[in-house]
């Protein structure tokens, strides 16, 4: 009974190549997330989904493409993966969202490598 | 950009120790909360802290806010080994629309046995 679970746990593809992550949540939240982590450990935030709806798209490459199909599940679609985005991908949920944001709940992480 | 830094970024400590993180940030937030992770695993909440709130409390863990200073620390006392992981500050900024929960860099916990 994972609350935020993510797949594939590890990723490991070649320059070029197009990969997809997905999560799902079974919490009820109505705010999903996509946050990538660098090899120093910083967490930085891509995406944000709001029963559906992208409310927070950062300055992230077009390459990176993020699916809500309904409020329990955010995929995250990569094309054309490069060397810099090896990195590891968490996905996260929480009941509340913008200036009210509280708890995250993580999954585990898909860790991608790119050759 | 980054809102939050935590200081230092790694500590070393003796299990039965107290370990003390300290978090800044830099513009007003709405809250700050802390989070723990453990290697290779994802991030699991501790504790949030409202900005009209000065201290809280759960088990061993106490975190501190100081708006006038922009400042947070997270004590943990009597440390165990299984203590070891990271722990990251997060901010959620204050201001219309939709804010950003923002993470800082996090403090690399050791507690030897």
């Known amino acids: 009974d994972t609350a935020v679970s993510q797949t594939p746990k590890y990723l490991v593809t070649q320059m070029g190549n197009d990969k997809s992550i997905k999560c799902e949540q079974n919490?009820?939240?109505?705010?999903m997330y996509w946050y990538k982590q660098d090899s120093k450990k910083f967490l930085k935030i891509m995406f944000s989904?709001?029963?559906?709806?992208?409310?927070i798209n950062e300055t992230v490459p077009n390459r990176f493409s993020p699916k809500s199909p309904d409020k329990a599940h955010l995929n995250l679609h990569i094309n054309s993966l490069e060397l810099g985005d090896s990195a590891v991908y968490f996905c996260?949920?929480?009941?509340?969202?913008?200036?009210?944001?509280?708890?995250?709940?993580f999954g585990e992480g898909s860790r991608l490598t790119v050759l | 950009s980054q809102q939050g830094e935590e200081d230092p970024q790694a500590l070393s400590i003796q299990e039965g120790e107290n370990a003390t993180m300290n978090c800044s940030y830099k513009?007003?937030?709405?809250?700050l909360q802390w989070y723990r992770q453990n290697s290779g695993r994802g991030l699991v909440h501790l504790i949030l802290?409202?900005?009209?709130?000065r201290e809280k409390h759960s088990g061993r863990l106490r975190v501190t806010l100081d708006t006038s200073k922009k400042s947070s620390s997270l004590l943990i006392t009597a440390s165990r080994a299984a203590d070891t992981a990271s722990y990251f500050c997060?901010?959620?900024?204050?201001?219309?629309?939709?804010?950003?929960?923002?993470f800082g860099a996090g403090t690399r916990l050791a507690v030897h046995p």
């Open positions: 802290i409202r900005s009209n709130e």
């Open positions: 996260a949920s929480s009941q509340t969202s913008g200036a009210n944001t509280g708890e995250l709940f």
């Open positions: 513009t007003s937030i709405n809250n």
């Open positions: 997060a901010t959620v900024s204050r201001g219309g629309g939709y804010n950003k929960l923002i």
């Open positions: 919490l009820g939240h109505d705010t």
């Open positions: 989904y709001n029963n559906k709806e992208l409310i």
